[in-house]
């Protein structure tokens, strides 16, 4: 890409932390060390928490990180009514130590990863145009759970809903990772679709040779390991001699004792923990798999396919539709059908000319989130929006 006439505008961006080995810390660093290296843009990254713990991705040396050490981590262990308190008393500490961050640096551009500053970020006259960056569908943004809980809880979390839409309307642009999350916004008129850049560029990718299947997820609900299990317990047994490895963070004791109930074999399922070369799963399997109830996106999916993996995966809200081209590069399921997901992974397990065809065509199409083309992106953007 030719730099030489870029404009070097000074970005701030605000996510609680870094020191976390999820998702969207991996896509921040990615994204913010290109703009800071490769378009030698002025970078700033606020944080709230996790002020005595190390960045958990590689962060460039250009980039400034300032941790403001507020805690909103303390309200993980307060009760409901408690935690409005604290909240609320935490909420006005971060508005003045942020404000008068921003009002500090003057950045051309504020990229709020729409956390708890989205009350106030547009309020905050510093000068700076104002993004939200979504990285979770609207279903699941702030879902909270009314069901069973008292009036109080009820009441707050519909104030809440009402009031996210205006402070969302007052920004600049609201940036979703999907075309179909954009229509989901439809009352608003700021909101277009950016995906998630590819993470890996593997030095090699798999020869498919190997009888496995797997799966990188954290242990959580969302993430349907269960339904995986439960799959994996009918494809088990119509195609013998493969097995299914995961990997990911989470609580694995309730799956370990559904493979039990499952009657599942487990000298051919075994659930890991995080793994720290993820690239090296992937080349040494055959098949990826995804059982998500609901992704922002699916990284994974795209990492899988540059590492030459042909995939299965529910066609859940709303990320994987607009990644996997259905037959083509994969195959998309009905989102919670695990007679459909086992299908999926029978048909795969059983033809290595189709696992190669669509690993092959998935090496190719997976380039389009190529950090190069989705850097230009944010580009074109900010270059839209700062006059």
């Known amino acids: 890409m030719n730099t030489g006439m870029v404009k070097k505008f000074k970005i701030v961006y605000l996510t609680p932390a870094l020191y976390i080995a999820g998702g969207v810390e991996r896509v921040l660093t990615i994204k913010a060390n290109y703009l800071a290296e490769q378009l030698g843009y002025d970078v700033t990254i606020i944080l709230t928490e996790g002020c005595d713990k190390p960045l958990f991705y590689k962060l460039s040396e250009k980039i400034k990180v ?121 009352e608003l008129d700021n909101v277009i679709a950016i995906p998630d850049p590819l993470s890996l560029y593997p030095k090699m990718v798999s020869p498919l040779t190997e009888k496995r299947v797997v799966a990188v997820a954290r242990y959580s609900h969302e993430k349907g390991i269960d339904l995986l299990l439960q799959a994996w317990a009918i494809a088990e047994k119509r195609v013998p001699g493969w097995r299914l490895d995961v990997y990911g963070d989470g609580d694995r004791i309730p799956y370990n004792q559904l493979i039990e109930d499952l009657r599942i074999d487990s000298s051919r399922c075994e659930l890991h923990g995080r793994t720290d070369n993820v690239e090296a799963e992937y080349v ?104």
């Open 66 to 186: 300032i941790n403001l050490n507020i805690g909103f981590e303390e309200l993980w262990t307060c009760s409901f009514v408690k935690k409005i308190f604290v909240y609320l008393k935490k909420q006005r500490q971060f508005k003045k130590a942020l404000t008068k961050e921003l009002m500090d640096i003057r950045p051309d551009v504020t990229v709020s990863l729409l956390r708890r500053e989205i009350n106030f970020i547009n309020d905050i006259p510093d000068g700076s145009r104002k993004i939200g960056e979504l990285h979770i569908n609207r279903a699941n943004y702030r879902n909270f759970n009314t069901q069973n809980v008292g009036l109080f809880k009820h009441l707050f979390a519909k104030f809440w809903s009402h009031n996210l839409v205006s402070h969302l309307r007052r920004l600049d642009k609201l940036v979703v990772l999907t075309e179909k999350d954009r229509e989901a916004w439809g």
């Open 284 to 387: 040494n399997s055959s098949i990826f798999v995804l059982s998500s109830r609901f992704e922002g996106f699916g990284m994974v999916l795209t990492e899988a396919m540059a590492c030459g993996l042909p995939v299965v995966s529910f066609d859940c809200p709303w990320g994987p539709r607009s990644i996997i081209t259905d037959g083509d590069d994969g195959l998309l399921v009905e989102n919670g059908n695990v007679e459909a997901l086992a299908d999926g992974l029978i048909r795969l397990m059983g033809d290595a000319d189709l696992r190669h065809s669509m690993a092959a065509n998935g090496i190719k199409n997976v380039q389009r989130f190529s950090i190069d083309y989705i850097a230009d992106c944010w580009k074109e953007l900010f270059e839209s929006i700062v006059r």
